[in-house]
């Protein structure tokens, strides 16, 4: 590993803040990006694709439901990574 | 010849299509003020590219000044933004509201957009298939900038900024697509699928044009000076728009040349609008051609000095001076005759003619009556 | 009302359809689509037209055996990519199927409109290796680099069928952008301006779309299975669709074949999201194409949907076609189960499907189907085209932007609205 973990959670923010369009400030780790963050299931799209360029990995279409929030994408972008 | 008068709006027939309404976001700069007083001082709009762009088949550039996409938009949704879509938005503001951002036109389910274009955002296109040839998996690409790239993202993106339902529509033809675009919301509003049309048409500036365009020009010749920008009108039936008609459109022709004489082909076309609009040659009051720099641009401007008075031809100065702004080119020749005609009371009444040659073949002619802006 | 009778009863010029042109993954040339289309046939088949290598996919409905030189005879080499070919071999074929001539063609005024999403977006990636492998952008080819735009789909044909007398308009309004060009042909013809349109849509299959619904997750792993509960996405597709839209009065004084009669078309635009289809949308354009048709929903025989394959696109469009037709609605087909998603050519492909299925008597089928998802509870014809006495037909239509296009087809001379 060649990152410690929380600095991956800090960058995975930043990539979510720039994909879903909203200020790093407003993103906690837990806010939930449709109901409370006015994005759309399409943005998160977006996201996947981001994390996959970012890390060189592939993300099954099918755990983008998963992906609600901070949290919960960098868990599927773990298991995707082997972290 | 003597002045005619100028036409009372109640003399036109009420299916008459008018333009109540413009607005330019021009290498002379954001608005229409801006682009009015570019084009009445005749001013050069060529700069130095900005470093951003890279290398260039050419320094110079006609782009628009002080361009600042989230400045102008916001920063919500623009920073994935396409150059092509962020034109066209800023210059539907700019038709569409009023200083303080408030709605400035009546809009309804039935109010139709339809944006003349080229090829789209063609550097999104590019930058879109150049990271699937380059990053590690063909996949890789920024799935956040894949709607900019679609061809009718910018008319659509416009209809969702304004709440626009009425048909939308994209129409590619270079430029010609300004005059094509103008035709197809002239023949939607008479068939009753719209009540008022946002109709203009659009392009950026990017590396990706500036090569396919220095490419595609013939052995020996320079690449082309290239402008950018968007035009649009409000066109409503006269007997139906809110605002005072600035112009009349009396009619639009087109053709295309299938013998590379376009020569013949713009004259033929110029001939039959004129015709067709119960215009005499000799009564065309500005004729503002394409100015494109090509052997079909000069053919074009030798048709109307063929056929116009010397001094229409030189009433409005010559869309050279905004570089080549392909698609966008046909609205800026409208915007620019309307500029002129609006800073002389003599023009009331008068004809204008605008025309435009397309190097895929495309030719349109459109005349216009002018008539006047009320204070 | 006599059936010749040359304006409808809304006073308005009445449109029919004289040729139709079509180049597709299923056959080319209207008898061999003819028979695809009741044969249930699948265009799928590996991709040859790029390196798919490192996609995981490599399936699209690719055209097999198009032959641009038994159909191109007047364009200079080079003039157009595979689009444009596409688009100009189907107009050629359908003046050919409408018995027009170039002499009856010539200096006629007439609107020649091509719908396309890409246009030659595969040559624009062609350039774009060019220029990779040579480092620089004056790697690239000057022939490429003069075809890409657009516009030149519809002036190619002008060109290729010496027409000079035309106004050549592209519609790029994407995936709904073939019914868009029909209609247009349609207003066109009305308006009294001119009486001949020659109409449709072109694409080909390219590494711009094939990359985009692969990144957004809607490229379907094996084949397209619509309003199936385990539809899994898109194929891309290609080819072109071209009508010859005459009016009546010019298609009986030369004593044409009318297939079909235009009725009526509907534009609407969502104004809500770039990508995502909207349901009030799709219904707004439905309920507009019926009454400019003049159409009552129960005379409608069966719909020809947008139907991609797509989880979102199935589920919305039925939920539309639910809004406007309530729980009876008519049975629904998704050609695209067979030609994939052809993208601008689609909707002229449906078209064309549609007046073919009017003038043959036959409801083509929705291929490749297992069990109708309940979200979309529609007949879809699984599987087997059925006969039927077929009138009146809407073809749906929806695109990026928001773009939602319905056309309304009928069997001329039997006017229900009468």
């Given at each position: 590993m060649t990152t410690a973990a929380p600095e991956r959670l800090t960058r995975i923010r930043e990539i979510i803040a720039e994909n879903i369009d909203v200020d790093l400030e407003r993103?906690?780790?837990?806010?939930?990006?449709?109901?409370?963050?006015?994005?759309?299931?399409?943005k998160l799209i977006d996201v996947l694709s981001a994390l996959e360029m970012e890390y060189s990995i592939v993300i099954d279409m099918n755990e983008l439901p998963k992906m609600v929030n901070v949290e919960a994408t960098y868990r599927v972008a773990a298991t995707a990574a082997g972290w | 010849m003597s002045n005619a008068t100028a036409v009372p709006?109640?003399?036109?027939?009420?299916?008459t299509p008018v333009i109540t309404g413009w607005s330019a976001v021009s290498p002379y700069g954001i608005g229409r003020e801006a682009f009015a007083a570019g084009v009445r001082a005749g001013a050069k709009t060529a700069?130095?590219?900005?470093?951003?762009?890279?290398?260039?088949?050419?320094?110079?550039v006609c782009t628009v000044p002080g361009f600042d996409v989230q400045e102008l938009l916001g920063k919500r949704g623009t920073a994935k933004m396409d150059r092509l879509t962020a034109l066209t938005l800023v210059a539907s503001d700019g038709l569409l509201r009023d200083a303080d951002g408030e709605p400035a036109v009546t809009t309804d389910d039935l109010t139709g957009v339809v944006l003349g274009i080229t090829m789209g955002s063609l550097e999104n296109v590019t930058d879109f298939l150049r990271q699937s040839y380059?990053?590690?998996?063909?996949?890789?690409?920024?799935?956040?900038?894949i709607p900019f790239g679609s061809l009718n993202h910018a008319a659509g993106a416009t209809a969702i900024r304004h709440g626009l339902k009425g048909p939308n529509t994209t129409v590619a033809g270079g430029r010609a697509a300004g005059l094509l675009a103008l035709n197809y919301a002239r023949r939607l509003l008479g068939q009753g699928r719209a009540t008022r049309y946002v109709a203009g048409s659009a392009e950026e500036f990017s590396a990706a044009h500036a090569w396919y365009e220095a490419t595609a020009a013939?052995?020996?010749?320079?690449a082309p000076l290239l402008g950018e920008g968007c035009g649009l009108f409000l066109l409503e039936p006269a007997g139906t728009a809110e605002r005072p008609p600035?112009?009349?459109?009396l009619g639009i022709e087109t053709r295309v040349d299938i013998d590379d004489d376009p020569f013949a082909t713009a004259g033929a076309c110029a001939r039959r609008a004129l015709e067709r609009a119960g215009v005499?040659?000799?009564?065309?009051?500005a004729a503002v051609p394409c100015?494109?720099?090509s052997d079909a641009g000069r053919a074009e401007y030798e048709a109307l000095a063929a056929l116009v008075p010397a001094e229409a031809l030189r009433r409005v100065p010559s869309m050279e001076l905004l570089g080549?702004?392909?698609?966008a080119a046909a609205s800026f020749q409208i915007a620019a005759v309307l500029s002129v005609a609006a800073a002389d009371?003599?023009?009331?009444?008068r004809a204008a003619l605008v025309t435009a040659v397309d190097r895929d073949g495309a030719v349109a002619a459109a005349v216009l009556r002018l008539l006047g802006e009320d204070a | 009302m006599t059936t010749t009778a040359s304006t409808d009863r809304a006073g308005q010029r009445r449109v029919v359809v004289t040729g139709f042109g079509v180049i597709s993954s299923i056959g080319t040339g209207v008898e061999e689509y003819t028979e695809g289309l009741k044969a249930g046939r699948s265009g799928a088949r590996p991709i040859t037209r790029f390196d798919t290598e490192g996609f995981g996919q490599n399936t699209a409905c690719e055209v097999p055996d198009f032959e641009p030189e038994r159909w191109i005879?007047?364009?200079?080499?080079?003039?157009?990519?595979r689009a444009g070919q596409f688009a100009v071999a189907a107009a050629r074929m359908a003046v050919e199927d409408a018995g027009l001539s170039e002499d009856d063609l010539a200096d006629r005024p007439a609107v020649i409109t091509v719908g396309t999403t890409d246009g030659e977006s595969h040559d624009i990636a062609v350039l774009l290796e060019q220029e990779l492998a040579a480092g620089d952008?004056?790697?690239?080819?000057p022939v490429l680099a003069r075809r890409?735009?657009?516009?030149?789909l519809s002036t190619a044909i002008a060109r290729e069928l010496r027409m000079p007398n035309v106004e050549a308009t592209t519609v790029?309004?994407?995936?709904?952008a073939g019914n868009y060009s029909i209609g247009y042909g349609l207003d066109a013809i009305r308006s009294g301006e001119v009486d001949l349109a020659l109409c449709g849509g072109a694409d080909a299959v390219c590494r711009k779309a094939f990359a985009l619904f692969k990144r957004f997750g809607?490229?379907?792993?094996d084949v397209v299975r619509p309003f199936d509960k385990d539809r899994g996405g898109i194929l891309t597709g290609e080819g072109a669709g071209i009508l010859v839209l005459e009016s009546l009065e010019s298609a009986l004084a030369r004593g044409a074949r009318i297939?079909?009669?235009?009725?009526g078309y509907g534009l609407s635009c969502?104004?809500?999201?770039?990508t995502a289809p909207n349901r009030d949308g799709i219904a707004r354009g439905i309920r507009l194409a019926l009454d400019d048709a003049g159409v009552?929903?129960?005379?409608?025989?069966f719909i020809s949907a947008?139907?991609?394959?797509t989880k979102a696109n199935d589920s919305t469009e039925t939920a539309a076609i639910l809004d406007v037709?309530?729980?009876?609605?008519?049975?629904t087909v998704a050609v695209k189960s067979m030609?994939?998603?052809?993208?601008?050519?689609a909707s002229a492909l449906g078209a064309i499907a549609c007046g073919l299925a009017i003038e043959h008597g036959f409801i083509p089928p929705t291929i490749n189907h297992r069990e109708t998802d309940p979200d979309c509870?529609?007949?879809?014809?699984?599987?087997e085209a059925v006969t039927a006495d077929v009138r009146i037909v809407q073809n749906n239509s929806s695109a990026f932007a928001g773009n939602n296009a319905v056309l309304i087809l009928g069997t001329y001379g039997e006017k229900v609205r009468a």
């Open positions: 993103l906690s780790d837990t806010a939930l990006f449709i109901d409370e963050l006015g994005a759309d299931s399409l | 709006r109640a003399a036109l027939p009420p299916d700069v130095m590219a900005d470093a951003a762009h890279g290398t260039l088949p050419s320094p110079e380059t990053n590690e998996r063909p996949f890789y690409v920024d799935a956040g900038r013939r052995p020996g010749e320079p600035l112009a009349a459109v005499g040659a000799d009564e065309v009051w100015a494109a720099p080549d702004t392909s698609a009371p003599d023009s009331r009444g | 005879r007047n364009l200079p080499s080079g003039h157009v990519g952008p004056e790697g690239m080819d890409i735009y657009a516009g030149r790029t309004t994407a995936c709904a809607a490229l379907s792993p297939h079909a009669e235009v009725l969502d104004a809500a999201h770039p009552k929903r129960q005379e409608v025989d947008h139907g991609t394959g037709y309530g729980d009876a609605p008519p049975r030609l994939g998603h052809s993208m601008g050519a509870p529609l007949d879809v014809v699984p599987n």
